[in-house]
Every structure is written in structure tokens, then in C-alpha cells.
């Protein structure tokens, strides 16, 4: 299937681009340089519903598919990962799971506040000896009378140190694994609640990443997502749509790479001719702008899914699983092309090549992906 986009989302589109390269793409570097973003960008992607395209309207958000949401979020990657970032965290991996098994009264208390970058929040499941393996997730959560206590670490966390709200996941009934995990939304005031390491790290350094350290955090009971013990199939939920997002985030990087790479190759003078006569870089070109086409339909094809109900575990994963690793494979060649200036800081695809590495690693790595969709062969 291709997916020609409709009038309504290429004005979407536009918009996006519009504001991606006005606003975010100028300070990029120098985001990169602070490590973090800028607030009052945030803010304005709030003001244009960015940060709550799949929210329903009633709690201010644009009510989009997921479709709409992967054409927005492709445009912000491609100005920066790093704001991307926090677009995706707030649609994905936060709302997502709110919309699907919140109460109303935390639909209520929180949807709102993250639409328009109020308040921020975060995804905290990943442990010191837990990351691919969800299920070993050592963080406890022990009722005490009507509430909950919660201690452990969690590492990884983006935007961990400046969220006012998390979704914590932990274990509220000790040897039963994936049937034993629970999801709390904790937030930021809450006692005991600590922001450990703030990691560095080597690409998305605009978007914060690090460790939360929870002391005998107490949270009510009300605090509960969904069911108890019903957090690990949550986490899943959850993931699987959001790693249909980070597939659109590294089509946007990938095509970021290839239209600084394309530019650079046509004014470029070697051997009293441009580089992109020779018929070396054309195929490198060639197969840079073929296989980001592939990644983005799809992208587009599991969003497409997603929307419709669909089964689209499988899709969700070939879709991450290609996308990140063709990310990679674009940056790299777009990097060749520049040669030794591609090296250099000040030139954008250093930047790039930095930002899509990690992309085949979180929300789950591309290992994960192929296991995933392997399960979902042998059962067809």
C-alpha cells in the first residue's frame, strides 16, 4: 500500500516544516552544546498541538491518528532529535497509556497540563539489570495499608530530571514476572523522589536521559494506571506504538543527513566538476534516498495500522527495526559524502550520525525487533 498524504495532512506537514526549520533547526547545535532544550520552543509546540496530537480534545489535545502525529513528529526529528524527543515522550510513551487505561480523573489532573508543556513527564522502566528483560525489574511497590510504598532505580529515564510527572513501573507481587508488575503515576514533589546521574551521552544530548532513585516514595492508591499487575502488558501496549514513532523520528534524521548531504555534493568541486557527477556518489544517493522512501511507507503502514485497529505488532517492529538501522546506514554514507568536513562539529551530520545510533537501541533494540517479529511469523 502507498500512502499518498491527503490535502489536510500535507498542510499538516507543512506547518511542521514550517516551524521545524524557523524555530528548532537554528539553535540546534547550540542546544546540543547546553544539553537542553529550549523551554520556550517546547511551549510553542504546545501552542501548535504538537505535544498532544493523539490526545483527545476534551483534554485539549488534537484529537490526530497516529498517522497525522508520525507526519508531524518526521519534521521535528529533521530539524532536531532532541525536541523530537519530547514530542514522542509526551504522544507515546505518557498520554498513550492514559488515554487507553486512565481513570477519568487522571485523564483530568494530567492530560492537559502536558498538551501544552506545563508540566513535564517521563517514562521510567528500565533498571541497572533490566532493560530488554522488562520483566526483572527489581523497583518494589508495597501496600501499606491504603497506599503504596515505592523503592528502586530506574536509569534511562529521558527527560527523568526535569518531568513533573512519571509512570513508574514496579513490582507489586514478587515472583510472578510479567503478571506481577504494576504502573504508578508519581509525581515530581512526592517525598523520597530523587533525580540521580544525569548521564552524557553521545547523540540526543539536547533532551536530558538519566537515573531516578525512589526511598520509600509514598503514592495512594488512586495512583495505580490501570489494573494491579497489569503494568508489564501496559508497557507493552505502549511501546508498541511507540516504536512505530521512533521509526518517523529516524526517517526525519535520515532525511536530515541526505538533504545536507545532496546539497553538499552538488556545490562540491573535485577534478574541476561537482562530486554528485561521479557516478560513485550517485549511487550513494541513490540507495540514501530509496531506502529513507522504504522506511517512511512503513512507518506509515504501521501508523496506518494503529489507526485502524489493526493488528500491528509486526508492522511496529520492521517498521523501528529498518528505519533506525537505515538511519544509521544515511548518516553514515551522508558523513562519507562530506568527507572531512563531515567530521567536523560544525557541520550538521556529525550531529545527525550522533543522534540515529541510538535509535536501533532504545524503546527496544533491534535485536528485540527481529525476536519480535519472528514470534509474529512463526504464528501466521
Sequence with gaps: MLFELTPELLALKEKAHSFAQEKIKP??????????YSDEVIKEMGELGFLGMIIPQEYGGQGQGYLSYMVVLEEIAKADASHASVMALHNSLFAFPLINYGTEEQKQRYLPKICTAEKYCAFALSEPDAGSDATSIQTTAIKVGTDYIISGNKIFVTNGSVADFVLVYAVTEKGKKAHGITTFLVEKNTPGFQVGTIEKKMGFKGSPTCELIFQDVKVPESAILGKLNEGFKIAMDTLNGGRISIGAMAVGIAQAAFEEAFAYAQ????????ICEFQAIQFMLSDMATQIETARQLTYYAAWLKDNHLPHIKESAQAKLFATEMATKVCYKAVQILGGYGYLENYNVARYYRDARVTEIFEGTSEMQRLTIARSLLKD
Excluded: H, V
Aim: hydrophobic letters at 40%; proline letters at 6%; aromatic letters at 6%.
Design 27 to 36: 539553535i540546534a547545535a547550540e542546544i546540543e552544546k547546553k544539553g537542553m
Design 267 to 274: 556545490k562540491r568541486i573535485q577534478f574541476e566538476k561537482p
